[in-house]
């Protein structure tokens, strides 16, 4: 199921069904606001580093969430700050931040690596993050990603701090395998390189 | 077995418009426009002014701030080192503007909680609905005998971002090497509790670059500091901290760190128990809320109190105050605080009104001092209102600071987000 084809109508239906579980809880809308110091309004961070969070699939948002309360994910603070949140909280914001427009910011980048990463994205990486990268189903949305994120991010998973889906393993092995590990990079130019 | 009842069931509209209005569905209210003066420019008020505009756009929102531009104090001690300029920590009210606040550039004198008026220097008034006050801190300059305001263009504070903060960077150029620079830290609790102590590791960076037999001290009258495990350990890994040749020596209370007097002229401290000469010395003197908080009588002792769900005032009806002036214990007075106050008081008031019970309040502090330039450390916390002490507390098993085992390399990523999250705060507040 494509998420991003949820109307806004049917999240806001979500939200208030949300609020009425958890009555005395803080809104979502409350919850999310609180995130912005560092991932930006309304999760579109102005960078250069932490990741933006507008727009992330929803049940991807809450794995990962968990993930870092359970500390079984690399973080400076977000295993301390998630630890601060039910697991009802954490879908509520899940689904503000679903709902919000994934605004991208002018970074730079190496124009040459990106150029590469194009053709990389296509052959490896494009059958799962759709449409360069901006289509978030079951991850964050890559296109306009930070770059030193992107490059922390895979960095973590090419050292086995983060685990790979399965597939995602099988094409990160064949692709550092035939184009060598620096295309790991031209892949993260190419993302942050998206308008 | 429904627990709603009509009082929760408002509760439960108002929030699901929050929700509703954060996706482009505008709550549209009728009659009158509502007024909300902002009075102070600095995280806590260019915050709420942009959240209350975003909450609901129906609202006439007024920010009246003396300065033209705004320099933040955050980051501001990496200019000490030469690793920042004044010029990335300045930033215009233009932002706001965009989001349909009216900005003055004026000083607040007077703010009449009857008639709903404010009142600046600039003999205009400025009638309101809710007033938010959101002043930051003043000093009790009375506090150490011989400094005061005069005093203090040589012998700065730097703790508002601004001329000092230049002035004692140039000071720190100009000093031999082999000089001492002392900084005196004020008593709990202050704006920015890890700050004097970034700004000694800061300072003592710039020394071991360019001037590698200078020191600085730290007098205080504390036995304790913020992150202090944290920060002995970046001490020791970057500046010899516990050998003889340490760039830092930190003097707690008990050990005869309490200052009592300056004698500006010889730059000599006059502690307790014993004289310190600097050649370059920093006060960050005892702090209280700012001017207009005692002026327009929100204060009980230092600070001014408020119902914490809401950030209204316990001493005035309809007006509101947020950030460092506020008591928001346990909150810290920090900027990010301010930022999570700011959003937690433009909700309650978009509900006040439009006649709705304010919604339950979600708050968060995250705060990162720098070291080294790939050392950072962070403290970060989630905050829940217990409405029955009026106190906010930590979510139980939360938060905390950087792990004490942290890897170079988790330091080294606390730098890059610390940067990140100064970029990501500005805009927040005022882009």
Same mark, same amino acid.
């Not at chain 2, 500046?239 to 760039?247: A, F, I």
């Given at each position: 199921m494509k998420r991003k084809a949820i109307s806004g109508v049917v999240v806001l239906a979500v939200l208030g069904g949300s609020s009425i579980v958890q009555a005395a809880g803080p809104s979502a809308t409350m919850l999310a606001y609180t995130c912005a110091g560092c991932h930006g309004t309304d999760g579109s961070s102005v960078g250069p580093a932490t990741p933006s969070i507008a727009g992330t699939d929803p049940t991807y948002f809450t794995d990962v969430m968990i993930a870092y309360k359970k500390a079984e994910r690399p973080s400076t603070v977000m295993t301390r700050i998630a630890k601060g949140y039910s697991d009802e909280e954490i879908e509520a914001m899940a689904e503000f931040f679903a709902a919000q427009k994934f605004k991208r910011y002018p970074q730079k980048y190496d124009a040459a690596k990106a150029a590469r990463g194009k053709g990389l994205h296509d052959e490896? /990486?494009?059958? /799962?993050?759709e449409e360069g990268g901006r289509n978030p189903e079951d991850s964050s949305v890559l296109a306009g990603q930070w770059i030193p994120y992107l490059q922390i991010s895979m960095e973590e998973f090419l050292n086995g701090e983060r685990e790979m889906p399965k597939k995602m393993k099988k094409k990160v092995n064949t692709l550092i395998k035939k184009q060598g590990k620096a295309s790991i990079d031209d892949l993260n130019h190419f993302y942050g390189s998206q308008k | 077995m429904s627990k709603i009842n009509r009082r929760n069931f408002i509760k439960l509209a108002g929030g699901a418009t929050l929700s509703g209005l954060s996706i482009g569905f505008p709550f549209v209210s009728f009659g009158a426009t509502h007024k909300v003066v902002v009075v102070g420019g600095g995280v806590g008020g260019c915050t709420v002014a942009k959240y209350l505009r975003k909450l609901d756009p129906n609202i006439e929102v007024t920010l009246i701030e003396a300065k033209p531009k705004y320099q933040t104090c955050f980051l501001s001690n990496e200019v000490l080192s030469g690793d920042r300029t004044m010029d990335s920590l300045t930033f215009g009210y233009d932002g706001l503007k965009k989001h349909g606040i009216t900005v003055v550039h004026d000083r607040v004198v007077g703010i009449d909680p009857n008639k709903k008026s404010v009142r600046t220097a600039g003999g205009k008034s400025f009638a309101y609905d809710r007033c938010v006050v959101s002043p930051g801190v003043d000093f009790k300059w009375e506090a150490i005998k011989g400094y005061n305001p005069k005093v203090a263009e040589t012998i700065t504070h730097a703790w508002y971002a601004g001329p000092q903060t230049m002035t004692l960077r140039k000071q720190l150029l100009a000093m031999k090497d082999g000089g001492t620079a002392i900084i005196v830290a004020p008593p709990n609790p202050f704006k920015c509790p890890p700050g004097p102590y970034e700004r000694a590791a800061q300072m003592a960076m710039y020394f071991k670059h360019h001037k590698p037999k200078s020191k600085v001290i730290i007098l205080d009258p504390k036995d304790a500091f913020s992150k202090q495990g944290l920060f002995i350990q970046g001490w020791t890994r970057y500046?010899?901290?516990?050998?003889?040749?340490?760039?830092i020596e930190w003097v707690s209370g008990a050990g005869g760190g309490k200052v009592e007097a300056l004698h500006a002229k010889k730059r000599t401290l006059v502690g307790l128990v014993d004289e310190f000469k600097g050649d370059v010395v920093n006060i960050i003197p005892p702090q209280k809320a700012g001017k207009i908080a005692f002026d327009a009588d929100l204060v009980d002792g230092d600070w001014c109190p408020v119902n914490k769900k809401t950030f209204e005032s316990k001493r005035h009806a309809g007006i509101h105050v947020l950030g460092d002036a506020s008591d928001a214990a346990k909150m810290p007075k920090s900027a990010y605080a301010a930022n999570s106050q700011a959003k937690v008081a433009a909700a309650a008031i978009v509900n006040a009104l439009n006649g709705r019970e304010p919604g339950t309040p979600a708050y968060v502090n995250t705060c990162y001092s720098l070291i080294a330039q790939d050392w950072g450390i962070s403290v970060a916390a989630v905050y829940k209102l217990n409405e029955s002490t009026n106190i906010i507390e930590s979510v139980k098993g939360s938060g905390g600071v950087t792990p004490m085992d942290a890897s170079p390399k988790l330091h080294r990523q606390e730098v890059i987000y610390a940067h990140s999250w100064f970029k990501n705060v500005v805009h927040d507040m005022m882009g």
């Open positions: 490896y /990486c494009e059958k /799962c993050h | 500046y010899g901290y516990g050998t003889d040749k340490s760039m």
